[in-house]
DNA sequence: CAACCAAGAATTTTCGAAAGAATGGCACTC
DNA sequence: GAGTGCCATTCTTTCGAAAATTCTTGGTTG
């Protein structure tokens, strides 16, 4: 399956395409540093619960204040980030009550989201969700052939195919807000889920994600009421190894 | 219009409270743009669709580009305004489809919030639910004695009275996002609603709206598992009027 | 007459400096 | 010796101008 067929666009001009993009090429500083901040936030390169000095920042991006400001304000209003008022800014810690709240309102939203797909979705959704899945067991089985292997490129894939998976189950459901939520949501569990992706947590129920994610695809494609059951469970047991994770080596 | 004197701003002395409070004093510029957007776009001041020239805004607020580009960021992602990447922004359009995303969304999240609350809801709660519906009862009876009136300060102590009624159903609901949301999405809402409060819509059913509040607060204090239908069946009363009055005045 | 291009105007975005507040330390009083 | 007020330092916040980009207009061509 190939993403949309790139209609061919005038190769002399990138720059007319000019609507802020979310994954291409930032429009404005602004955007940029929203996006690396975001990124560095949630692969923990800037630590929770770590003070975000201003000037550390722009010599760190080779940013001005403007564009800085400006990013941090937005990822505040996604809880990536705390700011006190004359008092600067500051990474968003990470606590158990945190992981509980996101993963149990992710539930609620994305749960709703998919009985509403369901309800109406036609062949293209299915068809995105398999392509999905699909996709995404092709990159789980590259990285267990070389196992052990911990290829950043290769990582940040499987969290892309992940990421695409579980959209492409909830993308009929016809509410703007929601796919912003869960999207959002999204983000928000990717700090948490990002480090036990890394190393294997000892002591948890050995997990097999591939076979959670064909159950919640079947249960969808069935239009079975199961299908949100399986996912609340599905984002339930990740909560779980995430909070035996954390109790394991509380962060510094 | 004066231009702005140049007045030493107040430090706020208290320290207790640091925090970016939410009605009180606004501790920086940014702040203060970002309140006063708000209320000009949910009053209508700011017309819905027409762009928002910074140097418009700079003029009409005295202030400076970087607090009003904050301030607007912030409105961005609480879907009052939109923005694209070089052309600046502009306030959010009304529609149909919005008002139904945006009471269906609220419908999901205040009443999964009501049943938390419900479940695990003190003397306290009780107290606070009881306290603003009275409250807000004596606030509709002076206004109802003057009737007429279209002071705008009654309209902003109803709304207040409102919000407060309706926050504290669902205050013990245990999760930090839920109420977030809630708090935005009734931002959201007031947009829609504040026109149909002025003008009584002709048309539409008669409606004892505290009627519905009693009959809310009744079935949750009595911990029925109505109260979450009560409060939908209220929303989606409210959705309907506004439908109704968008049909009739469709606005410019 | 429609499409196209270029120059000018309007607007957004970015910068670096200056002003305003918080923090921490130090002397001073009680 | 503890509390208190003041000062220097550090940091955030704000400003206004400069740079970058889009939009508009008028003229030109096919």
Known sequence: MALPPKTARKAVDAKDMAGGDAAGEPATLGEAAYQRLRADIVAG??????????????????????????????????????????????????????????????????????????????????????????????????????????????VAALEERHRQFHHALIAHCGSPRLLDMADQLYIETQRYRLPSLVGQVAGTPPRDVTAEHQQIMDAALRRSDDAAGHLAEHYRRTAAAIEAAMAGSPPA
């Open 45 to 154: 390169v800037l630590e929770a619960g770590k003070p975000l000095r201003l000037e550390a920042l722009r010599q760190r991006y080779g940013l001005s204040f403007s564009p800085l400001r400006e990013a941090l304000m937005r990822l505040q209003s996604e809880r990536l980030v705390l700011s006190t008022a004359l008092r600067g800014f500051s990474v968003a810690p990470l606590s158990r009550e945190e992981i509980r709240d996101a993963t149990e309102t992710r539930i609620l939203i994305e749960c709703e989201a998919l009985r509403r797909s369901m309800r109406v979705g036609d062949d293209d959704w299915e068809a995105g969700i398999v392509a999905a899945f699909h996709a995404l067991g092709r990159q789980v089985e590259r990285m267990a052939r070389n196992s052990g292997t911990a290829d950043p490129a290769d």
